[in-house]
């Protein structure tokens, strides 16, 4: 098989791409791929440090307060396009795939115009712009969530739900054992971390919370994020249940040996969770385009798996409220995995891989 793949801005659209891709490797190890991406963000160096051929793209978002800025980025989506004409003119894919980001417009906009099959991944419950623009263009469509089927109602191809290929890694990898990070092999363990980076404001209302929940039988990991750790630590102290940590490399891992995670509703946090069938209590950022994140953690909220408390609600009393509502409820614990098992799919990459093979036919 020859594919082009493109995703671009975040790891939430990098990570699904990069394991669309090893399964096509794995499964045909003479196929070629060329990936497209932009030329300043983080695909830029990931990608090319897998050996995966690279070409870069100059685009940017529309930004809504640099005219400037958008009226420069018209011309350059209007090169990108011609570039891509060329790219795909002289690959020769047999299909290209957007797994998410602004980048892959003009890469879907150029294979559709030269008649070459299309498919395009949406990871979030809301649709992306991008992807609700490109829906007319592709022939096929993978979702995450069942409910985002509805959403592409202008769609010329088959949308199905295909899960996010993120959560298939997390099952793969082998757990931390929490005992080699301190942590009692008797105790229940509850992760809280707000996004890789974490959030100032989140950190703000957590130095009561752990206050509060020094006398809780279970112990806490709170990942501050590597900028905030200093000033969060700063002339304190901490219950012997608590251990606070600026970050953590490997999360997925930890999280297979944990009970309850707090957590933002990013994509491939979400994927993860699914895959994991681990309770959640999300606190949305709402800081995203389409505030997406809350919309994901309704998703589960509504169908029983976890629990959501918006930021402007978050209170120390609230989440030890709903921490305790959850951990100290087998029966609501337990009917929190097994509906996250419903709703999980763990070979998402092997299904939009045999979806492909029946496009190109």
């Not at 003009?106 to 979030?124: D, M, R, S, Y």
Request: with cysteine; aromatic share 8%.
């Amino acid at each position: 098989m020859k594919i082009i793949i493109s995703a671009g801005g975040t790891g939430g659209h990098i990570y699904p791409a990069l394991a669309i891709v090893n399964k096509i490797k794995a499964s045909e190890p003479n196929s070629e791929i060329l990936y497209i991406g932009t030329h300043n963000r983080m695909e830029k160096d990931l990608v090319p440090q897998r050996g995966l051929p690279y070409e870069a793209l100059e685009i940017y978002g529309f930004s809504k307060k640099d005219l400037l800025l958008d009226f420069k980025n018209i011309f350059l989506i209007n090169k990108a396009k011609k570039k891509c004409l060329e790219l795909i003119k002289e690959f020769k894919p047999d299909v290209v795939l957007g797994i998410g980001g602004y980048v892959t417009y003009p890469v879907i906009w150029a294979a559709h115009k030269l008649g070459v099959k299309t498919f395009i991944h949406e990871q979030n419950s809301i649709p992306g712009k991008t992807n609700l623009a490109l829906q007319s263009k592709a022939d096929l469509i993978g979702v995450s969530f069942k409910e985002t089927i509805s959403k592409f109602n202008k769609a010329r191809g088959e949308v199905f739900f295909s899960g996010n290929p993120c959560g298939e890694n997390a099952l793969s990898l082998k757990p931390i054992d929490k005992t080699t990070l301190g942590f009692s092999p008797n105790k229940k363990l509850i992760v809280i971390v707000a996004g890789s980076l974490g959030s100032s404001s989140v950190n703000e209302k957590m130095q009561t919370f752990l206050t509060k929940a020094a006398e809780e039988p279970y112990e806490i990991l709170y990942i501050t994020g590597k900028a905030l750790y200093d000033e969060f630590i700063a002339q304190k102290t901490f219950a012997s249940n608590i251990k606070v940590v600026p970050y953590l490399d490997n999360l997925p891992a930890l999280l297979k040996s944990a009970d309850l995670v707090v957590t933002r509703a990013g994509a491939s946090t979400m994927s993860e969770i699914l895959s994991l069938a681990l309770p959640a209590i999300f606190i949305p950022s709402p800081y995203v385009a389409n505030n997406h994140q809350y919309y994901n953690a309704l998703e589960i909220k509504n169908n029983g798996g976890g629990e959501l408390i918006e930021e402007k609600d978050l209170t120390a009393e609230a989440l030890l409220s709903k921490i305790n509502s959850v951990i100290n409820d087998s029966q609501k614990y337990e009917q929190m995995k097994q509906n996250l098992h419903k709703m999980s799919i763990n070979n998402s990459s092997e299904l939009i891989y045999n979806k492909l093979k029946d496009l190109i036919k």
